[in-house]
């Protein structure tokens, strides 16, 4: 399978806990996205990575919220002291960006579902 | 207002219909827009982009974008129940930092009637 992964699928968490997502993406995609998405709303932003950089946050992430992709390849998103706010699925998205305002298609994995209880 | 606008549905179409789905957007320099669908349970996918005014055409979809007006629009000619999903319009821009950045709407759910 050569698509985004994502591990686990789904997760069962105690409001205070913390929780750590894996992402592994498409080998050659070197811009890699967070987005959050939650019942009946889209996918939002959260945060983007141009190999190892993170590029950008959203204010959507408070400081609870930490992600790092060291090699340039697979990446993770910790929460922290998980909130029942927090409960949502957690999508991964990889893409080959070649320039600003690249027109390249997203491939989403199929998330990761967090439930805080 | 929100970047990214669309009416949540739901929309329900009989099946072999025209099925509609409309969405506007705020930013003015954006330059690429999409349509992902969204079963139930699953991931976004790529259905439709487009760049350029005007029509453009894939099998039994029709994107339809109005730069002018910052509307797009997604036609599903000849609705099988196959398309019963949430569509999501995305739209990219560039961030406050200078960042590419896709920002979807809510997407708006769609039933076919057999």
New interface residues.
Partial sequence: DTGVSQDPRHKITKRGQNVTFRCDPISEHNRL?W?RQTL??????LT?FQNEAQ??KSRLLSDRFSAERPKGSFSTLEIQRTEQGDSAMY?CASSL?LA????G??F????SRLTVL | QKEVEQNSGPLSVPEGAIASLNCTYSDRVSQSFFWYRQYSGKSPELIMSIYSNGDKEDGRFTAQLNKASQYVSLLIRDSQPSDSATYLCAVNGVSNFGNEKLTFGTGTRLTIIP
Avoid: A, I, S, W
């Fill in positions: 996205y987005y009946g709303q889209g996918p939002e932003f983007y590029l950008e999508l960006g600003v305002l690249n027109t298609e997203l989403f994995g199929e998330g």
